[in-house]
Protein backbone atom coordinates (compact mmCIF):
# COMPACT_ATOMS: atom_id res chain seq x y z
CA UNK A 1 0.00 0.00 0.00
CA UNK A 2 1.78 3.44 -1.23
CA UNK A 3 0.63 6.37 0.81
CA UNK A 4 0.98 9.99 -0.89
CA UNK A 5 1.27 12.97 0.84
CA UNK A 6 0.86 16.11 -1.27
CA UNK A 7 1.77 19.88 -0.72
CA UNK A 8 3.53 22.89 -1.51
CA UNK A 9 6.25 22.39 1.15
CA UNK A 10 7.06 26.02 1.44
CA UNK A 11 8.67 25.23 3.30
CA UNK A 12 8.27 22.02 5.28
CA UNK A 13 7.48 22.09 8.58
CA UNK A 14 6.64 19.58 11.99
CA UNK A 15 3.33 19.69 10.71
CA UNK A 16 3.41 17.73 7.79
CA UNK A 17 6.31 15.35 9.44
CA UNK A 18 3.95 14.77 12.37
CA UNK A 19 0.86 13.83 9.87
CA UNK A 20 2.99 11.66 8.08
CA UNK A 21 4.79 9.72 11.00
CA UNK A 22 1.27 9.55 12.38
CA UNK A 23 -0.14 7.95 9.84
CA UNK A 24 2.96 5.42 8.69
CA UNK A 25 2.44 3.79 12.36
CA UNK A 26 -1.18 3.88 12.02
CA UNK A 27 -1.44 2.53 8.35
CA UNK A 28 0.45 -0.60 7.33
CA UNK A 29 1.90 1.29 4.48
CA UNK A 30 4.34 -0.03 2.78
CA UNK A 31 5.71 3.33 1.92
CA UNK A 32 4.97 7.07 2.44
CA UNK A 33 5.39 9.37 -0.81
CA UNK A 34 5.78 13.18 0.35
CA UNK A 35 4.52 14.55 -3.00
CA UNK A 36 6.14 18.48 -3.46
CA UNK A 37 3.45 20.47 -5.53
CA UNK A 38 5.24 21.79 -9.06
CA UNK A 39 2.83 24.68 -10.41
CA UNK A 40 -0.25 24.74 -7.98
CA UNK A 41 -3.33 24.94 -10.21
CA UNK A 42 -5.50 27.12 -7.60
CA UNK A 43 -3.07 29.31 -5.38
CA UNK A 44 -0.38 31.59 -6.03
CA UNK A 45 3.25 29.56 -7.22
CA UNK A 46 5.47 29.08 -4.15
CA UNK A 47 8.07 31.17 -2.49
CA UNK A 48 11.17 29.15 -2.49
CA UNK A 49 12.16 27.12 -5.72
CA UNK A 50 11.87 23.06 -7.17
CA UNK A 51 15.27 22.59 -5.99
CA UNK A 52 14.96 24.71 -2.43
CA UNK A 53 11.33 22.74 -1.44
CA UNK A 54 13.28 19.50 -2.34
CA UNK A 55 16.46 20.14 -0.25
CA UNK A 56 14.24 20.96 2.60
CA UNK A 57 12.45 18.20 2.45
CA UNK A 58 15.37 16.04 1.75
CA UNK A 59 16.98 16.93 5.22
CA UNK A 60 13.63 16.54 7.22
CA UNK A 61 12.97 13.22 6.51
CA UNK A 62 16.52 12.33 7.01
CA UNK A 63 16.71 9.15 9.05
CA UNK A 64 12.69 8.09 8.34
CA UNK A 65 13.12 5.07 5.44
CA UNK A 66 9.31 5.02 5.48
CA UNK A 67 9.30 8.69 3.54
CA UNK A 68 10.17 9.41 0.42
CA UNK A 69 10.22 11.62 -1.85
CA UNK A 70 8.11 11.80 -4.98
CA UNK A 71 9.44 14.47 -7.68
CA UNK A 72 6.61 13.93 -10.65
CA UNK A 73 5.03 16.85 -10.17
CA UNK A 74 8.14 19.26 -9.86
CA UNK A 75 9.68 17.83 -12.93
CA UNK A 76 6.32 17.84 -14.99
CA UNK A 77 5.65 21.27 -17.24
CA UNK A 78 2.64 22.52 -16.52
CA UNK A 79 -0.24 23.31 -13.75
CA UNK A 80 -0.06 20.57 -11.38
CA UNK A 81 -3.76 18.40 -11.33
CA UNK A 82 -3.59 15.53 -8.65
CA UNK A 83 -5.61 13.51 -11.20
CA UNK A 84 -2.78 13.48 -13.93
CA UNK A 85 -0.74 12.56 -10.99
CA UNK A 86 -2.61 9.56 -9.98
CA UNK A 87 -2.60 8.40 -13.40
CA UNK A 88 0.58 8.53 -13.86
CA UNK A 89 1.42 6.26 -10.62
CA UNK A 90 -1.54 4.15 -11.63
CA UNK A 91 0.02 3.11 -14.92
CA UNK A 92 3.71 2.88 -12.78
CA UNK A 93 2.18 1.22 -10.14
CA UNK A 94 -0.67 -1.34 -11.67
CA UNK A 95 -2.97 -2.98 -9.15
CA UNK A 96 -0.96 -1.54 -5.83
CA UNK A 97 -3.13 0.04 -3.42
CA UNK A 98 -2.73 3.52 -3.36
CA UNK A 99 -3.56 6.09 -1.06
CA UNK A 100 -4.44 10.16 -1.53
CA UNK A 101 -3.77 11.77 2.11
CA UNK A 102 -5.74 15.15 2.20
CA UNK A 103 -7.13 17.54 5.00
CA UNK A 104 -10.36 18.16 5.96
CA UNK A 105 -10.23 21.73 3.83
CA UNK A 106 -9.08 19.78 1.06
CA UNK A 107 -11.58 17.19 1.11
CA UNK A 108 -14.17 19.92 1.68
CA UNK A 109 -13.16 21.86 -1.65
CA UNK A 110 -12.90 18.72 -3.88
CA UNK A 111 -15.46 19.40 -6.14
CA UNK A 112 -13.58 21.95 -7.49
CA UNK A 113 -10.41 20.05 -8.43
CA UNK A 114 -9.91 19.44 -12.10
CA UNK A 115 -11.91 16.03 -13.07
CA UNK A 116 -12.40 15.35 -8.82
CA UNK A 117 -15.36 12.44 -9.67
CA UNK A 118 -11.85 10.62 -11.15
CA UNK A 119 -9.93 10.70 -8.20
CA UNK A 120 -11.91 7.67 -6.61
CA UNK A 121 -10.78 5.73 -9.34
CA UNK A 122 -7.67 6.05 -9.47
CA UNK A 123 -6.63 5.50 -5.19
CA UNK A 124 -8.85 5.71 -1.90
CA UNK A 125 -9.01 8.76 -0.54
CA UNK A 126 -7.57 9.12 3.41
CA UNK A 127 -9.36 12.47 4.95
CA UNK A 128 -7.88 13.67 8.20
CA UNK A 129 -11.20 14.69 9.93
CA UNK A 130 -11.75 17.62 12.07
CA UNK A 131 -13.71 16.44 15.35
CA UNK A 132 -16.94 18.57 14.70
CA UNK A 133 -16.76 19.39 11.40
CA UNK A 134 -18.89 17.34 8.76
CA UNK A 135 -19.85 17.77 4.90
CA UNK A 136 -22.81 20.00 3.30
CA UNK A 137 -25.89 18.44 3.64
CA UNK A 138 -27.33 16.85 0.25
CA UNK A 139 -24.27 17.77 -1.75
CA UNK A 140 -21.79 15.61 -4.23
CA UNK A 141 -19.30 14.78 -1.31
CA UNK A 142 -22.23 13.25 0.71
CA UNK A 143 -22.83 11.14 -2.06
CA UNK A 144 -19.14 10.30 -2.91
CA UNK A 145 -19.09 9.09 1.13
CA UNK A 146 -22.83 7.13 1.05
CA UNK A 147 -21.00 5.13 -2.23
CA UNK A 148 -17.49 4.72 -0.85
CA UNK A 149 -16.88 5.47 2.90
CA UNK A 150 -15.72 2.53 4.77
CA UNK A 151 -14.87 2.56 8.38
CA UNK A 152 -12.14 -0.57 7.81
CA UNK A 153 -9.03 0.53 7.18
CA UNK A 154 -7.74 -2.73 5.88
CA UNK A 155 -10.11 -2.39 3.29
CA UNK A 156 -7.74 -0.17 1.48
CA UNK A 157 -4.95 -2.45 1.51
CA UNK A 158 -6.95 -5.06 -0.41
CA UNK A 159 -7.80 -3.35 -3.27
CA UNK A 160 -6.88 -0.35 -5.27
CA UNK A 161 -8.97 2.10 -4.86
CA UNK A 162 -12.77 3.17 -4.86
CA UNK A 163 -12.95 3.57 -1.04
CA UNK A 164 -13.13 6.68 1.66
CA UNK A 165 -11.73 6.58 5.07
CA UNK A 166 -11.83 9.36 7.34
CA UNK A 167 -9.07 9.38 10.18
CA UNK A 168 -8.79 11.53 13.35
CA UNK A 169 -5.06 12.65 13.18
CA UNK A 170 -4.09 15.16 16.68
CA UNK A 171 -2.46 18.56 14.43
CA UNK A 172 0.22 20.07 15.38
CA UNK A 173 -1.26 23.95 15.12
CA UNK A 174 1.60 25.40 12.26
CA UNK A 175 1.49 26.43 8.93
CA UNK A 176 4.03 27.31 6.63
CA UNK A 177 2.96 30.45 5.81
CA UNK A 178 3.73 31.59 9.54
CA UNK A 179 6.99 29.86 9.02
CA UNK A 180 7.61 32.28 6.04
CA UNK A 181 6.11 35.50 8.24
CA UNK A 182 9.01 34.32 11.16
CA UNK A 183 11.46 33.99 9.29
CA UNK A 184 10.98 37.41 7.21
CA UNK A 185 10.76 38.99 11.29
CA UNK A 186 13.54 37.12 12.12
CA UNK A 187 11.49 35.61 15.02
CA UNK A 188 12.89 32.14 16.59
CA UNK A 189 11.05 29.14 14.76
CA UNK A 190 13.15 26.37 16.53
CA UNK A 191 9.67 24.97 18.14
CA UNK A 192 7.98 24.67 13.98
CA UNK A 193 10.75 22.86 12.11
CA UNK A 194 13.66 20.71 11.83
CA UNK A 195 16.30 22.34 13.02
CA UNK A 196 18.08 21.21 9.68
CA UNK A 197 15.71 22.65 7.51
CA UNK A 198 15.89 25.82 9.52
CA UNK A 199 19.41 25.84 8.99
CA UNK A 200 18.65 25.53 5.47
CA UNK A 201 16.31 28.29 5.18
CA UNK A 202 19.54 30.73 6.41
CA UNK A 203 21.90 29.69 4.59
CA UNK A 204 20.13 30.39 1.66
CA UNK A 205 18.81 33.43 2.50
CA UNK A 206 14.83 32.51 1.90
CA UNK A 207 11.89 33.59 3.47
CA UNK A 208 13.40 37.31 4.30
CA UNK A 209 10.81 39.17 2.26
Given at each position: ?42 RAPPKASVDDRIGMLQLAIEGMPSLL ?28 SLVLIIGWDAFVGLPRWHRWQQIIEL ?87
Amino acid sequence: MIGIFGGTFDPVHNGHLHVAKALSKALPFDELRLLPCGEPAHRAPPKASVDDRIGMLQLAIEGMPSLLIDEREVRRQGPSYMVDTLASLRKELGDESLVLIIGWDAFVGLPRWHRWQQIIELAHLLVMQRPGHSVEPGGELVQLLQQHQTDDVSELAGRASGSVSLQTVDAVDVSSTEVRARFAAKEDVSDLLPVAVSAYIKEQHLYLS
